[in-house]
């Protein structure tokens, strides 16, 4: 698509959204400008993620696509469209890496977005439960993950907040509710690799002994 046709959409979108603010603002849709609202942001999504599709070299549109996708959802869903307002920014960051591993930034805010989502479902599901170790330890493998890019492309500055991000991760985790649980599980785990860590894949076969003269 060329530039005159992407202006033209997105200014078609913008007087859209326009006009149907001033109806609502002037009371001629009293009622429905919640879902309303909702059904635009939902249309407006789908227009960009369709300019996506239909070409990729359009990587951008994953982003008001998205957006605007979780817009609708947090105001049709309310809380849970919270969650996945966030998770679906994050997709859109992890789609554009995904499509050329050359931009390895997209990762940095693809694994925070889907941090504060994880973290913004564990309120909803659990309210008060304290999250802050989920949300230092998401960021920590965030950072983590550009330490396992390819070597041209590998930041090894990020191990320094990965560290510092971890450590944050396991002093929350002492402090928390959940702290007994989650250290009982990682002494579970540590032991279950001390075990598990010389031992063969599958049994070795005993030598064959020599032919008696």
Known sequence: MDKDR??????????????????VRAGW???VGGWLWGLVFLAGGGAFLWLYARDR???WAVFPGFGL?????AVLMGNAGGVLFLALLGLAFALVY???????????PAGALATLALV???DVWRPGYDAGWVFFLGLAATFAALLLQPAEQRQRWAVYPALALALLALLTVFTSQAGPTVIALM?????????????PLGRARAPRQGKRS
Request: no cysteine.
């Open 69 to 73: 996708v979780g817009l609708a959802a």
């Open 29 to 31: 849709m009293v009622g």
């Open 187 to 199: 002494l579970i785990a540590l032991g279950a690799f001390l075990v598990l860590r010389d031992r």
């Open 57 to 59: 070299q359009q990587w």
């Open 120 to 122: 913004a479902w564990l």
């Open 6 to 23: 992407r202006v033209t959409w997105i200014a078609g979108l913008l007087i859209g959204v326009g006009v149907l603010n001033l109806l």
């Open 98 to 108: 995904a499509a050329d591993r050359r931009r390895w930034w997209a990762i940095v």
